[in-house]
């Protein structure tokens, strides 16, 4: 397998053995970092450009630490701290970083603006989250659902909350691609776009992987080993759709009703960050305006012994770090 020079723009582009490898090499490069194994000869020396037009915790330090890891350099362009798209077009940022550094990773907006980047840069792109996907982390997530069940073919993976977004669309299509079932249990509203479920149930049709679509909570759960969620607002939404959002999503809550229902197998997914108490700031706003002391996950569900989020945190290190040695 040969994945030089290639983007990571979204999952869809990806065959099932190219995602099956950077899984594999995630799970070598952990187990080597875990025994001490140094990799930082695998890039000496080399530089990365990472663009945050949206903030971050996870994405950013898994960048930072991975490029560190490989013996690279990273220089951190904040949302406020470049000229992309305000005075400088992406073509021409991308031509002027493409000179300049290896490669180059790039969260923000719409997917065509990673799609340009890609495009002019010349050097690997890796998409760090836009609207429509968050690929590096459905990788993470792919890991640790194997890491957990020991394989990924037949898993029966629910996602409950907004399902249009970028968690949603990439899931399903990571696991169109790895032969999984995928279920959106949310109002009808909140549907994937017809066009994505339209492309993921083409790759599943080769696959054995299912999509399915439901409202219905018993039905969506049932059975499910993984129970996936994500915040009911996303980074760049405005503020006042908190309302409509916590009406028609707090049906689709995960809370231990849920957790019940899929059985004691299942374990409880969230890319993080999560609002499942009021010890942050928009957490303690939005209980102080609606009334309501958690959102998509209760706190309860989110400490229980079925969660596995900070292992998935960890994740993001080492498959982003195998995208990287993997495309450069
Ligand atoms: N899950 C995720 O992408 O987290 P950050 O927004 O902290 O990078
Ligand atoms: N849907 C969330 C994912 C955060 C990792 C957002 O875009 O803010």
């Known amino acids: 397998m040969n994945l030089k020079g290639r983007n990571l723009l979204k999952i869809l582009d990806f065959t099932p053995e190219e995602l099956t490898y950077l ?3 995630a799970a070598d490069l ?3 970092k875990k025994n001490g194994i140094s990799t930082t000869d695998h890039h000496t020396g080399k530089n990365i450009a990472l663009i945050f037009e949206k903030t971050s915790t996870r994405t950013r330090c898994s960048f930072e630490v991975a ?5 690279m350099h990273t220089t951190y362009l904040d ?3 470049s000229q992309i798209g305000k005075k400088e077009s992406i073509a021409d940022t991308a031509r002027v970083l493409g000179r300049l550094y290896d490669g180059i990773e790039y969260r ?11 495009r002019y840069a010349g050097v690997p792109v890796w998409n760090g989250l836009t609207n429509q996907s968050h690929p590096t982390q459905i990788l993470a997530d792919l890991l640790t659902i194997r890491e957990k069940f020991g394989h990924l073919e037949g898993i029966k993976m629910t996602y409950m909350g907004d399902a249009r977004y970028n968690m949603a669309n990439s ?3 990571g696991c169109a691609k790895m032969g999984m079932h995928f279920t959106a249990c949310t109002s009808k509203n909140y549907f994937p776009d017809a066009d994505v479920v339209d492309q993921c149930r083409a790759v599943a049709e080769q696959t054995g992987a299912t999509i399915t679509l439901t409202d219905n909570v018993e039905e969506g759960v049932k059975d499910a080993d993984v129970i996936y969620t994500d915040v009911w607002v996303s980074m760049g939404e405005p503020d ?3 309302e409509e959002r916590i009406r028609e999503l707090s049906p689709y809550q995960v809370n231990a009703a849920a957790m019940k229902l899929a059985g004691p197998q299942a374990i409880f997914m969230h890319c993080l960050p999560a609002f499942h108490d009021l010890n942050t700031e928009i957490g303690r706003k939005i209980s102080e305006k609606f009334g309501i002391n958690e959102m998509e996950v209760t706190d309860e569900v989110f400490e229980s012994a079925q969660s596995v989020v900070f292992d998935e945190a960890e994740n993001r290190m080492h498959t982003i770090k195998a995208v990287m040695d993997a495309t450069l």
Do not use: H, R
Not at 67 to 71: I, K, M, Q, V, Y
Not at 108 to 118: N, R, T
């Open 171 to 173: 899931l399903m299509a």
């Open 108 to 118: 923000g907006f719409d997917q065509s603006i990673v799609e340009d980047l890609a």
């Open 30 to 32: 952990k187990e080597k």
């Open 23 to 25: 899984i594999d090499l």
């Open 240 to 242: 006042e759709v908190w």
């Open 79 to 81: 949302p406020s701290g």
């Open 67 to 71: 490029a560190n890891d490989l013996g």
